[in-house]
């Protein structure tokens, strides 16, 4: 057993987890009644009123037909990245620093990828229509076009969604029966038919070992797909410094920074609010502020790729294109980019900055702001720069759409916040498993010397 | 017929590479750039014949306005000594088309007469094949558009009125060849003769620089045009095999 | 009529090793319930295996197979010319086939942990009420580790000695439910 050297008794952290779950303060209602009022207000009623306005709602035009709607996809499926990725990768290498935390980072990446399911709705012309780019038989015997990225995207998503249901669902219904019993009246009832009835066999244990780490095996390429995916919807074009090979590995790798970050920030949270602080403790911030970094590395020496590779090809298009990103309308957002991903992350160099968490909290959203931009980027210098210079154009988002995105932060926080007290947010059975296990106490000793 | 024979039958049509080449016509443009004046009649002539929205001022600003058929402005040099191109630029119905391959349902795709056609009401919406489009011809209805009174009298009943939500596009006015088509039916004759069908722009020209006709025929106009030592293809690098042509614009040397 | 005889035991030693002393004293092979997977379980009760594998397997052949075959066979039964494209395109529906191959894959791993596992089980079609051949601690879901046998009624005296010698905390009748 690796695990840290602490005084934690089994029933400990069952009572704190059962705690987490039945004990609400009145603080728990105020943020989600806030939260919830802030996705009805920014989000649903803005979207409404697009859907009977017209796209129009938001500040696209001519050659910038897409903006912060596409940008803010791409976000919420990076933010995604780290939760069932990393722990997935985590698994499979045996690490334990994993345990406290998978739970609540494999919730972040279903809450994002429903946030991001969202935004596709919100990002097309029709979303009544949104069904037709599914394959089903159809009395119009009309089938999708599976020749196109934005359909791969569909079948990686839907697959993605699926295997990290699968997976958050399966590694905690040992949770769910630890906490049947402890609860009463409609949990009591939840909890009974979410655990399935598990009794925590030997067989049981054995079997969900070997299910989980197929499930593992099959999600870590699965989770390297659907960004690289993503980022065929861009690459796949043939607009300048969209259509570049290095995008699979750039959007792949930002993703899983930005989604790290967002595992940082959550932690933090719980850490605070939660009183996890036994669970989640500075080796955790320590590990992600490495993991910070050396992303924050890659990803810089990434974008050095893009530009060199931009200006080494010489083509009016490509060079234009970049002189545009880097020196133009949008530049100050690039170089707040490079500030916030590049050079504010070199701080995680410092044990003493990785492991205090008022900084590490600040970092990750820095990070994160900068990770958007850097999609909003995407987006939009490159389409405001293409071949014909009479069809270039600017575009600045709307009400509209900051509302909107102000709104999904809304609505992600308000899944979250159902989450915490639905699901055990730590791992109860393997917490348990990384502390030293019971030994036996010899029958003159009394308790308490368990340590 | 079973299943199983429907899909031996698809497969033995359409497995040989380039069945998307043989069209039973293969309309082409070229516009003569020595005889474009820039006087912008296509422009309108496309606005009346296919119910072009008119976007009004607000939308205009914000760059929203829906021109199947716009005239690009390039301007050269410094004031006094400025010189203007001018290019209409529509879709190019290019054989290769990016936008075709993108769209997830299918919305557009190559149709029998090579053209790239646009499909309103399987239309999703994702703007993908506008951003896919190197020509930036694609057009997006941002909202449902109004015809003032008396205007919304003069719809042009061939061509649908499209909704919020759709992306829309020259067709080479394909209302008039479908007509052409089925005129040339009804006279018993097996393919429309060259001139017989006209888009709007063609049409209206006054400079006679746009000739529009069938690529397959080599005695066509539009075929002796593209043999012209002049034409060229805007971007053609992309190799999207653009099915309009423009043939140069020649200049003495100053 | 089997009766279930059922040890507590602090800790997972005690547990696994009186486990062993029943199964070396033939009384059939005991289940052991604990809050945490226990390690060395397989040397003592012998070798698991499970079909979990083979379920995977199957489900990402079938996937792969009918990931392609729907991209292909749709294209050609409804041909769209699109974008000068051969009508069967390798790379986008090689993309199709691998996205199809991880979805049937986790679909059929998540099956065959059901039918493996024995998931749900009785406890859960009558909300975790006893199931008569599936004796239910709940304290093996906190800190307890539980041994369990099934036998006859001869044999319960011989089973609750063996798990009182192992040192259990506390013997009590699986068979009539959980207090």
């Known amino acids: 057993m690796q695990g840290e050297p602490n005084q934690l008794k089994y029933t400990d952290i069952h009572e704190d987890v059962v705690r987490s779950i039945v004990e609400t303060g009145p603080n728990y209602y105020v943020a989600l009644a806030t939260a919830f009022a802030l996705t009805l207000i920014c989000f649903f009623f803005p979207w409404f009123y697009q859907l009977y306005y017209g796209i129009g709602a938001a500040g696209m035009n001519h050659p910038n037909v897409w903006g912060t709607y596409l940008a803010s996809f791409i976000f919420w499926i990076g933010l995604s990245h780290s939760g ?56 119009m015997e009309m089938w999708p076009n599976f020749r196109s ?27 769910f029966a630890a906490v049947r019993d402890r609860t009463r009246g409609w949990r009591n009832t939840m909890y009974s038919l979410l655990s399935l009835g598990w009794r925590g066999t030997d067989t049981e244990w054995h079997r969900l070992h070997w299910a989980y780490t197929f499930l593992a095996v099959l999600i870590i390429p699965l989770a390297v797909s659907v960004h690289s995916i993503v980022s065929w919807d861009f690459a796949m074009s043939i607009v300048p410094a969209l259509h570049q090979t290095i995008f699979a590995p750039y959007f792949v790798v930002g993703a899983i920074y930005s989604g790290t970050a967002g595992i940082v920030t959550v932690m933090f949270v719980l850490r605070k609010f939660m009183d996890f602080g036994e669970y989640i403790t500075e080796l955790h911030f320590d590990n992600l502020g490495k993991l910070l970094l050396v992303l924050s590395l890659l990803w810089s020496y990434i974008n050095i790729v893009e530009v060199f ?25 690039y170089w707040e980019m490079i500030t916030f991903c590049a050079f504010l992350p070199l701080l ?92 036996k106490i010899p029958v003159a000793a009394s308790g308490g010397s368990l340590a | 017929m079973s299943f199983l024979d429907r899909i031996t039958e698809g497969w033995r049509k359409n497995r040989k590479p380039g069945y998307y080449e043989n069209f039973d016509y293969h309309w082409a443009m070229t516009i003569d750039l020595d005889q474009c004046s820039g006087c912008g009649a296509c422009v309108t002539a496309c606005q009346a014949e296919n119910n072009l929205p008119i976007v009004g001022e607000d939308a205009f600003v914000k760059g929203r306005e829906v021109k199947w058929l716009r005239l690009e402005h390039y301007w050269e040099g410094e004031y006094p000594d400025v010189k203007l191109n001018v290019i209409p630029m529509m879709c190019q119905h290019c054989d290769s088309a990016p936008c075709e391959t993108v769209c997830p349902v299918s919305a557009t795709y190559h149709n029998q007469d090579g053209l790239n056609t646009q499909i309103y009401n399987r239309c999703i919406g994702t703007r993908s094949c506008a951003v896919y489009c190197p020509y930036e011809v694609r057009y997006f209805n941002y909202n449902d558009h109004e ?12 061509v649908s009125v499209r909704e919020k939500g759709v992306m829309e596009k020259c067709t080479f006015c394909i209302q008039r060849i479908r007509q052409a088509k089925d005129n040339a039916k009804d006279d018993g004759r097996r393919r429309v003769r060259d001139g017989e069908v006209q888009p709007a722009c063609v049409q209206t020209c006054p400079s006679k620089a746009m000739v529009f006709g069938d690529r397959n025929d080599p005695k066509s106009k539009v075929s002796r045009s593209l043999r012209d030592p002049r034409a060229y293809k805007v971007l053609d690098e992309l190799n999207t095999n653009s099915s309009v042509v423009y043939l140069k614009k020649v200049e003495a040397e100053r | ?108 791993t998540v099956i065959g942990f059901f039918v493996s596992a024995r998931l749900p089980n009785g406890l859960w079609t009558s909300f975790w009420k006893q199931d008569e051949n ?46």
């Open chain 3, 134 to 179: 599936r004796p239910y601690v709940p304290e093996a879901a906190v800190d307890k580790f539980a041994v369990s046998i099934g036998c006859g009624v001869d044999d319960v005296q011989r089973a609750e000695t063996i798990l009182r010698i192992a040192g259990a905390e506390a013997i009590r009748d699986g068979t009539e439910g959980a207090s």
């Open chain 1, 348 to 439: 995680c160099a410092f044990k003493r900055f990785r492991t205090s968490f008022v900084p590490m909290l600040y970092l990750s959203i820095a990070i994160n702001i900068g990770m958007y931009t850097e999609r909003f980027l995407i987006v939009a210098t490159s389409l405001s720069r293409q071949y014909l210079p009479d069809a270039w154009g600017l575009y600045v988002p709307s009400a509209v759409e900051i509302s909107i995105l102000v709104g999904t932060l809304a609505l992600f926080t308000t899944l979250f916040l159902l989450f915490v007290k639905i699901f055990p947010s730590v791992s109860m059975y393997e917490v348990k498993e990384t502390m030293n296990t019971p030994k």
């Open chain 2, 147 to 158: 015809w003032d009174s008396p205007l919304d009298q003069q719809l042009n009943p061939d």
């Open chain 1, 149 to 175: 990225p934005l359909l791969f995207d569909v079948m990686a998503i839907t697959t993605y969604i699926t295997g990290s249901t699968v997976f958050i669902y399966m590694g905690s219904i040992p949770d």
């Open chain 1, 84 to 139: 069932t990725l990393l722990s997935c990768v985590l698994h499979i290498t045996n690490s334990s620093w994993r345990k406290a935390m998978y739970r609540s980072a494999e919730a972040m990446t279903l809450f994002s990828l429903v946030v991001a399911a969202m935004m596709v709705m919100v990002h097309v012309g029709r979303p009544w229509f949104i069904h037709w780019t599914l394959p089903y038989p159809n009395q």
């Open chain 3, 1 to 108: 009529m089997t009766h279930f005889v059922v040890g507590l035991f602090g800790d997972p030693e005690s547990a696994l090793s009186a486990a062993g002393s029943i199964q070396s004293a033939d009384l059939g092979t005991p289940e052991l319930m604990s809050p945490v997977p226990i390690e060395g379980v397989e040397e003592v009760l012998g070798e698991k295996r499970s079909v979990i594998k083979r379920f995977s397997l199957f489900g990402a052949i079938f996937g792969g197979v009918s990931g392609f075959l729907l991209a292909a066979i749709t294209a050609v039964l409804y041909a769209h010319p699109v974008g000068g494209r051969p009508i069967i395109t390798f790379p986008p529906y090689l993309i199709i086939t691998y996205e199809l191959t991880i979805l049937f894959g986790i679909i059929f």
């Open chain 1, 309 to 333: 590779t931009g200006f080494y090809s010489g083509a009016s298009g490509e060079t234009e294109a970049l002189r545009y990103r880097l020196f133009g309308f949008y530049a100050p957002l």
